[in-house]
């Protein structure tokens, strides 16, 4: 007999459920897209006309067929609802960022370890093409012994949000916490963690009243990281990696959120492939003589994160993310906070 499939449940069908969740469970075999949060809305039913439609959080957690509920709601309701959804004992996946502080963290986990619940952070950006490529080249030895990192997370959008859970001042909202979540966990990911972080968080924006720039240095023994993101780049940058044997140079290119925004399917033969213009460069020590050379980019897939999900859930493999990983880069942030606050390096 085959196992009979895994009904997931998102708490929205903004954009984050529609193009980052919905088309990968939907698509996989081993799991049911079942039910959707939308308070007045059908969206999701539209799209997708099997789904169980929810008007509150309290309706879609009584449902006792829905086996793994997904976070993906505004970051001020994650702890909340990811702490009823373990009580009423789901299985859970919170969006990035996972909590506003390590302690609200620890709470979550000690919570699904009591009902015997798996719990993952959605850090999609691990599956993204260009950090799979950069993460190649570093582990291949090309570079060397690494000594310096830039990650930078660059946007040109100088107006304010439309959506207001975006723009009001509230834990776990501003630039640090939404962009800086995907590059702390890709620094963490590549690097391990830091000893120390120094880090300058501030407002650039006319009238906004949220943090919307900061530059975090990474301290490790005989390197440094840089991390970076903005607002008011109109040429932005990507990965940077210096090592002891070179150099490689990759953009931020990945295809797959322009793709699903234009409702490309997951499933087609060149899903996550990168075109040849987004190649990063390579210029490192060969046969005692330096080479420049385009490095293809590394397919990328979020589906890789729900397939690992599936085989937590149904084989009892390892999570994709672990809460503890998400906790981890929470930790940090709270650190950066501390920094640019008091204006000096802070240990970890």
Known sequence: MEPRQINVALCAFGMSGRVFHAPFIHAHPGLNLYGVLERSKNTAAEIYPNIKTFRSIEELLADDNIDLVVVNTPSITHVAFAAQALQHDKHVIVEKPFTATAADANELISLASAHNKLLSVFHNRRYDSDFLTVKKIIQSGS??????????????????????????????????????????????????????????????????????????????????????????????????????????????????????????????????????????????????????????????????????????????????????????????????????????????
């Open 143 to 348: 570079l060397g012994q690494i000594k310096e990192a830039s990650i930078f997370y660059d946007r040109f959008t100088p107006a304010l949000s439309p959506k207001p859970h975006k723009e009001t001042p509230t834990p776990a909202v501003g630039i640090l916490y939404d962009l800086g979540s995907h590059l702390i966990d890709s620094a963490l990911q590549l690097f391990g963690t830091p000893d120390a972080v120094f880090a300058d968080i501030m407002r650039m924006r006319e009238h906004t009243q949220v943090d919307d720039y900061f530059e975090i240095l990474f301290y490790y023994p005989g390197s440094r990281v840089r991390l970076k993101a903005t607002f008011f780049a109109k040429e932005p940058q990507g990965f940077t990696i210096h090592g002891t044997k070179g150099s490689f140079i990759k953009s931020r290119s990945d295809t797959q959120e322009k793709d699903l925004q234009a409702a490309k399917p997951v499933t087609d033969a060149d899903w996550g492939l990168e075109p040849a213009s987004a190649y990063g460069t390579l210029h490192c020590e060969q046969n005692g003589d330096f080479t420049i050379s385009q490095v293809a980019s590394e397919r990328g897939n979020y589906a890789t994160y729900y397939e690992a999900i599936y085989q937590a859930l149904q084989n009892g493999k390892p999570l994709p993310v672990t809460a503890e990983e998400g906790r981890e880069v929470i930790r940090i942030i709270e650190a950066a906070l501390k920094s640019s606050q008091e204006g000096k390096k802070v240990d970890l």
